[in-house]
T-cell receptor
Framework: GENVEQHPSTLSVQEGDSAVIKCTYS??????FPWYKQELGKGPQLIID?????GEKKDQRIAVTLNKTAKHFSLHITETQPEDSAVYFCAASQRNTPLVFGKGTRLSVIA | EAQVTQNPRYLITVTGKKLTVTCSQNMNHEYMSWYRQDPGLGLRQIYYSMNVEVTDKGDVPEGYKVSRKEKRNFPLILESPSPNQTSLYFCASRRGQGAINTEAFFGQGTRLTVV
């Protein structure tokens, strides 16, 4: 089955700097790669996703890149703000299979 | 408002006392699942259901049961809870049946402590 590795497990950045979180997956058949943000005391919430027919996707300060050959994808947050502090999860799946999540990255943005 | 509702939010119970955590979604989603979240282990899937009366084991199903009698509800049952089931539990739903690669909506979580 699918296995998703996520790094780093913790990340601290200064406000205004960029943050990058990386994930690798094992199953070349996976074709959907979402990123979720979990704020304290809440359930995870989708912030961006990418499908295997696309190499990059942006939404304001957030971008995700996908390298199918290397089987890795990354989340990029630019101009970080204190409200970006949260736990971020990557995940992978293919059609009709459950989402498999990475172990999460705790991002701290220091003002 | 589209949402997944779990109850209770917090629960402390004793070993062996059967309990049920309820989950309900109002989005007419076919696909529902339960996860547990533990420090350093991320989100691990317990059970999932692709439609009414269809359930499958996830990665960590031991000690849990589920049922899917109605599309909107997917309760998680612990017949004989043990301390190693102390965890934060999340229910999630997704649109499915041919559109399985879609956003998952999560509930607020249930923090369970078994003493």
């Amino acid at each position: 089955g699918e296995n998703v590795e996520q790094h780093p497990s913790t990340l601290s950045v200064q406000e205004g700097d960029s943050a990058v979180i990386k994930c690798t997956y094992s199953d070349s058949a996976s074709n959907y790669f979402p990123w979720y943000k979990q704020e304290l005391g809440k359930g995870p919430q989708l912030i961006i996703d990418i499908r295997s027919n696309v190499g990059e996707k942006k939404d304001q300060r957030i971008a995700v890149t996908l390298n199918k050959t290397a089987k890795h994808f990354s989340l990029h947050i630019t101009e970080t703000q204190p409200e970006d502090s949260a736990v971020y999860f990557c995940a992978a799946s293919q059609r009709n299979t459950p989402l498999v999540f990475g172990k999460g990255t705790r991002l701290s943005v220091i003002a | 408002e589209a949402q997944v509702t779990q109850n209770p939010r917090y629960l402390i119970t004793v070993t062996g006392k059967k309990l049920t955590v309820t989950c309900s979604q109002n989005m007419n989603h076919e696909y529902m699942s339960w996860y547990r979240q533990d420090p350093g282990l991320g989100l691990r899937q317990i059970y999932y259901s692709m439609n009414v009366e269809v359930t499958d084991k996830g990665d960590v199903p031991e000690g849990y049961k589920v049922s899917r009698k109605e599309k909107r509800n997917f309760p998680l049952i612990l017949e004989s809870p043990s301390p190693n089931q102390t965890s934060l539990y999340f229910c999630a739903s997704r649109r499915g049946q041919g559109a399985i690669n879609t956003e998952a909506f999560f509930g607020q979580g249930t923090r369970l402590t078994v003493v």
